[in-house]
């Protein structure tokens, strides 16, 4: 069978920066490229000046009914740093070309000289005296406008000429493109964290006669989200536990991990046999709506924990996923082979069930293979089975949350900082009698 590393393989592109302005000041500061919002607002005005003004402003179009007043950034020459405030109604509506290029239209970039000092001493540093001649340009986005850009001389320095207004109408437009883009990449990070804070595992409940801990650990990046998983269900013999990885990275795993373990809350009400419950998920995936459009692969282990007179006795139904580890209290450290089919991969695939008794003192571990797969930056090398069963025999014998720990620490110390995959990871064990 093909290892899930090469189910699931998937390429990455890193596009190189854009560019082909080759003002100096624009390779210094660039404004496009994937930055924040804030990021933009400053590259924005610190640009212009002094080349194009003495005075830049940037007022982002208001967001809606919420913020009824435009902010602003301004950025002066000889200033140390851009400062911000709040537009006044009077600013809005007296400068020709604002009301418009905040409402979204496209109004081109006007000149306006003569500029009375009461209606922009808000905007202006302390000594800047009247100024000469204001530029109001629209922040273009599309067929669209993400606010405006003031450009502000002294009095005396030369008015704006046609190229001058050329080169401002051509600022204007990558610096709304790149507020735009801003903008969108914000909703998108805050959509993840938002996805990625419902998926995260749940607190395990007290199972009388159980002993159990979780590991989990998010991928480095903000947008990978929602690959791993588990779950622990008590009933009344003990619990059912399940721990999963699904294949892809994203938004579109995130969608898959929510319905394994919406799919798992719902059928176990209704069976508790590991090996009949993988089946009942693996129809479920297929019977989703959108089942044929969409890759539903998922590596899975679904275990039945029930307490016996000495120790629990578990059954193992295996999905395509790494078999656990028995991790007995004098250091034997012994895979239990499951075995099984990816759940999602075939209408009709074929799972395979297990038994394995635990003494008190016994621990299993199902984990993902973000453990094993963790490269450090010593050659790329991954952390592996060899390494992750070398720090199960060091801390056999201690409690689930402890064996977890020592694991987690091997396999950061293995990274040294370096990106890695979602990781996670479920210890049980039988509670001493008594």
Same mark, same amino acid.
């Given at each position: 069978?093909?290892?899930?590393?090469?189910?699931?393989?998937?390429?990455?592109?890193?596009?190189?920066?854009?560019?082909?302005?080759? !003002?100096?000041?624009?390779?210094?500061?660039?404004?496009?490229?994937?930055?924040?919002?804030?990021?933009?607002?400053?590259?924005? =005005?610190?640009?212009?000046?002094?080349?194009?003004?003495?005075?830049?402003?940037?007022?982002?179009?208001?967001?809606?009914?919420?913020?009824? *007043?435009? *902010?602003?950034?301004?950025?002066?020459?000889?200033?140390?740093?851009?400062?911000?405030?709040?537009?006044?109604?009077?600013?809005?509506?007296?400068?020709?070309?604002?009301?418009?290029?905040?409402?979204?239209? @496209?109004?081109?970039? %006007?000149?306006?000289?003569?500029?009375?000092?009461?209606?922009?001493?808000?905007?202006?540093?302390?000594?800047?005296?009247?100024?000469?001649?204001?530029?109001?340009?629209?922040?273009?986005?599309?067929?669209?406008?993400?606010?405006?850009?003031?450009?502000?001389?002294?009095?005396?320095?030369?008015?704006?000429? *046609?190229?001058?207004?050329?080169?401002?109408?051509?600022?204007?437009?990558?610096?709304?493109?790149?507020?735009?883009?801003?903008?969108?990449?914000?909703?998108?990070?805050?959509?993840?964290?938002?996805?990625?804070?419902?998926?995260?595992?749940?607190?395990?409940?007290?199972?009388?006669?159980?002993?159990?801990?979780?590991?989990?650990?998010?991928?480095?990046?903000?947008?990978?989200?929602? %690959?791993?998983?588990?779950?622990?269900?008590?009933?009344? @013999?003990?619990?059912?536990?399940?721990?999963? !990885?699904?294949?892809?990275?994203?938004?579109?795993?995130?969608?898959?991990? %929510?319905?394994?373990?919406?799919?798992?809350?719902?059928? @176990?009400?209704?069976?508790?046999?590991?090996?009949?419950?993988?089946?009942?998920?693996?129809?479920?995936?297929?019977?989703?709506?959108?089942?044929?459009?969409?890759?539903?692969?998922?590596?899975?282990?679904?275990?039945?924990? !029930?307490?016996?007179?000495?120790?629990?006795?578990? *059954?193992?139904?295996? $999905?395509?996923?790494?078999?656990?580890?028995?991790?007995?209290?004098?250091?034997?450290?012994?895979?239990?082979?499951?075995? $099984?089919?990816?759940?999602?991969?075939?209408?009709?695939?074929?799972?395979?069930? =297990? @038994?394995?008794?635990?003494?008190?003192?016994?621990?299993?571990?199902?984990?993902?293979?973000?453990?094993?797969?963790?490269?450090?930056?010593?050659?790329?090398?991954?952390?592996?089975?060899?390494?992750?069963?070398?720090?199960?025999?060091?801390?056999?014998?201690?409690?689930?949350?402890?064996?977890? !720990?020592?694991?987690?620490?091997?396999?950061?110390?293995?990274?040294?900082?370096?990106?890695?995959?979602?990781?996670?990871?479920?210890?049980?064990?039988?509670?001493?009698? %008594?």
């Amino acid at each position: 069978m093909r290892s899930r590393e090469a189910a699931c393989a998937h390429v990455v592109r890193r596009e190189p920066a854009s560019g082909g302005d080759h !003002d100096p000041a624009t390779r210094r500061h660039p404004v496009a490229g994937r930055r924040t919002v804030g990021q933009v607002l400053l590259a924005t =005005t610190t640009l212009p000046v002094p080349y194009l003004a003495d005075v830049a402003v940037a007022l982002p179009r208001p967001t809606g009914p919420a913020e009824p *007043r435009a *902010r602003w950034i301004r950025y002066a020459d000889g200033e140390s740093a851009p400062i911000t405030g709040l537009t006044s109604p009077a600013l809005t509506n007296s400068v020709p070309g604002l009301a418009e290029a905040l409402a979204g239209d @496209r109004a081109e970039p %006007g000149p306006w000289s003569d500029a009375p000092l009461a209606e922009l001493a808000d905007l202006l540093p302390p000594g800047f005296g009247p100024p000469g001649m204001v530029l109001a340009s629209p922040l273009l986005s599309g067929n669209d406008s993400a606010g405006a850009l003031l450009l502000i001389r002294r009095s005396g320095r030369a008015g704006f000429d *046609r190229r001058d207004i050329e080169l401002a109408r051509e600022f204007g437009a990558r610096a709304g493109a790149a507020l735009a883009t801003a903008d969108l990449h914000g909703e998108q990070a805050h959509l993840a964290r938002v996805l990625q804070t419902s998926l995260l595992p749940p607190e395990l409940p007290v199972v009388p006669g159980v002993t159990m801990a979780g590991g989990y650990r998010a991928a480095g990046d903000t947008l990978r989200i929602g %690959g791993d998983f588990y779950e622990v269900f008590p009933h009344p @013999r003990g619990a059912l536990f399940a721990l999963g !990885d699904v294949c892809g990275k994203g938004v579109g795993a995130a969608v898959l991990t %929510g319905r394994v373990r919406q799919s798992l809350q719902t059928l @176990r009400l209704v069976e508790q046999s590991p090996l009949e419950l993988i089946h009942l998920l693996n129809q479920a995936l297929f019977d989703a709506p959108d089942a044929a459009r969409r890759s539903q692969l998922t590596t899975v282990l679904l275990g039945s924990l !029930d307490r016996g007179p000495a120790g629990l006795d578990v *059954r193992i139904a295996g $999905g395509g996923h790494p078999a656990p580890l028995l991790v007995t209290a004098d250091g034997t450290v012994t895979p239990v082979p499951v075995g $099984g089919m990816p759940v999602g991969a075939l209408s009709a695939a074929r799972f395979a069930e =297990t @038994r394995v008794h635990l003494d008190p003192g016994d621990l299993l571990l199902a984990y993902t293979d973000g453990v094993t797969e963790a490269r450090g930056p010593r050659d790329a090398a991954m952390f592996g089975e060899a390494r992750l069963r070398a720090a199960l025999v060091a801390a056999a014998g201690q409690p689930p949350a402890a064996l977890i !720990d020592r694991v987690l620490r091997a396999v950061d110390d293995w990274l040294d900082g370096q990106a890695h995959d979602d990781i996670a990871m479920l210890a049980v064990g039988a509670s001493p009698p %008594g």
